[in-house]
Structure formats: structure tokens, C-alpha cells
């Protein structure tokens, strides 16, 4: 008789407990799909036909035949690009923006309207309006983005500040901390959990608005991909793109969360 070891122990219940119920519900729910959509009356391909009608799609993402004919891959990584640039602005703009609110009296009392009022405006609704300023798509696209990410960074960010406990302060006061170092040593790492919170829902946001927002402006992109695939009647390859849409956004979520717990030594929530 062999005997288990504590390692395929522990490997078996990683697997039973958080591999196999996602794997489970996935099956399940293509099957349920695949029973729904196999009719030849159905509006919407099965995923048997998804695969078969984009196979080329799959296994080749990244041919480019010129212009805006290029393979998925490069598509999502035109999207990437645009997000990275919106999404590092708001973000030191946010936390800057977090930290002043949080900090200053008379900022909150002067900003947290003017920011409660701008945050309801729909992402979309920035793209005219950038596109007027900027007289090009891609800027146009990177505002948007901006615009969209930086409130939930701001709104956590002052919020951490805010919460920072009394105790703390006072200690800074006692050892005589210059700004720099009340910044560094104090503020950000009692802050980080709240905003390392704003900083993943304004991932998510920002690639939400990149792929609606490209569908509008055109050019080489997953979202402008999804119009044109629709305008071509191809809605294997949208329920791709869509498949594609909802992993990447989830590797940007787990990055960001994979970087707060680092950074807050797991006091975020993953």
C-alpha cells in the first residue's frame, strides 16, 4: 500500500474545492447551451458551431492581412494598449486626487460634489466629446478609459485616508515625520487596502468602457472586432470575442488583486 503524502493531500483538495466546482457549473452550463441552441430553428450558434465556425480564429490569433483584417490576439492587445495609457492616468491621477480629498476639509467639501456629478455621466456618453477635443480615435478612446477608472480610485483612495486611525497620526506627530515620510510610511500603507479596492473595480471599468468604446470609433480593437463581426452577420465569431472579452478581464482583475496582496500582505480582499 502506498500512502498519500501531505503535498498531493493538499493538491487533491485544491483541486476538489476550487478547481472542480467552476469546471462542474462550466460543463453543465454548455450542455444546457448546447441542448438550447442545437435546433435548426435556434437564433443563436451552439458552442459546437462556435468552435467550428471560428477555428481558424482560435488557432491562429494573430495573422494580420493589413489594415483592420488582423487575428484576435493582436486585436485584444490594441485594446490593452489603450487601456494601459487610460488606466495609469487615473490611476496616479485618482490616488492624488484620493489623497487631497481625504486629507484636505475644505477639498472634500469643494471636490466631492463636482465628482459625485461627473461620475454619474456614462462612459459613452465622454466619447463626442473627447473625440471633438482630440480630433483622433485614440486619444479619444484613452479619455474615455481615464474618465471612466479614475472615480472609484479617487472615491476609495480619500476614504482610506480618511479611515487612517488617530493612533497612527499621533505617532507621526511624536517621532516629528516630515510630509515625505508621513506620506510614505504612514498614509499609503494604512491606505493601500481601500485602494488597492478602487484600483480593481477601475480595471474592470476600464476595459468595460474600451470595447464599447471602440465599437464606435473603429480601427484595430476587440470592441470595433464584435461591431464588425455583427454587421457581417458572424455571430461565431461575437460569442468568441465575447468568450476572449471575459477572460482577459479576468486576468486584469486578478493582477491587480495579485499585486494588492503583496503590496497589503493579503489584508485585500482576493
Same mark, same amino acid.
Given at each position: ?78 485594446? &490593452? ?7 495609469? /492616468? *487615473?490611476? #496616479? !491621477?485618482?490616488?492624488? +486626487?484620493?489623497?487631497? =480629498? %481625504? ?95 478602487? &484600483? ?7 476595459? /468595460? *468602457?474600451? #470595447? !464599447?468604446?471602440?465599437? +464606435?470609433?473603429?480601427? =484595430? %480593437? ?49
Amino acid at each position: 500500500m502506498f500512502s498519500i503524502g501531505p503535498s498531493l493531500l493538499c493538491l487533491r483538495d485544491t483541486l476538489v474545492q476550487k478547481v472542480l466546482p467552476p469546471v462542474v457549473i462550466l460543463a453543465l452550463l454548455m450542455g444546457i447551451w448546447e441542448i438550447l441552441c442545437s435546433s435548426p430553428t435556434a437564433s443563436l450558434p451552439a458552442p459546437s458551431q462556435v468552435i467550428s465556425d471560428t477555428w481558424e480564429l482560435i488557432i491562429n490569433p494573430f495573422y494580420d492581412y493589413g489594415g483592420n483584417d488582423k487575428g484576435m490576439g493582436w486585436q485584444i492587445l490594441a485594446s &490593452l494598449e489603450r487601456v494601459a495609457y487610460g488606466y495609469l /492616468l *487615473a490611476v #496616479v !491621477a485618482g490616488i492624488s +486626487l484620493g489623497v487631497l =480629498v %481625504g486629507q484636505s476639509t475644505w477639498a472634500l467639501r469643494g471636490l466631492d460634489p463636482v465628482f459625485q456629478v461627473l461620475r454619474t455621466v456614462p462612459p459613452l456618453a465622454w466619447l463626442p466629446i473627447s473625440l471633438a477635443g482630440f480630433q483622433d480615435s485614440t486619444p479619444s478612446a484613452i479619455f474615455v478609459i481615464f474618465i471612466t477608472a479614475i472615480w472609484p480610485i479617487i472615491i476609495n483612495t480619500s476614504v482610506g485616508v480618511r479611515n487612517i486611525p488617530e493612533d497612527y497620526r499621533n505617532v507621526a506627530r511624536v517621532i516629528r515625520l516630515n510630509g515625505y515620510e508621513y506620506f510614505t510610511r504612514i498614509m499609503l500603507p494604512a491606505a493601500a487596502p481601500y485602494i488597492f479596492s478602487g &484600483l480593481r473595480i477601475g480595471v474592470g471599468l476600464s476595459w /468595460l *468602457a474600451i #470595447v !464599447a468604446a471602440e465599437m +464606435l470609433i473603429g480601427g =484595430v %480593437g476587440i470592441g470595433f472586432f464584435i461591431w464588425d463581426a455583427w454587421n457581417a452577420s458572424m455571430l461565431s465569431d461575437i460569442v468568441l470575442a465575447l468568450v476572449y472579452v471575459g477572460i482577459v478581464g479576468f486576468f486584469l482583475d486578478r493582477i491587480v488583486a495579485f499585486i494588492g496582496n503583496l503590496v497589503t500582505r493579503g489584508t485585500t480582499q482576493s
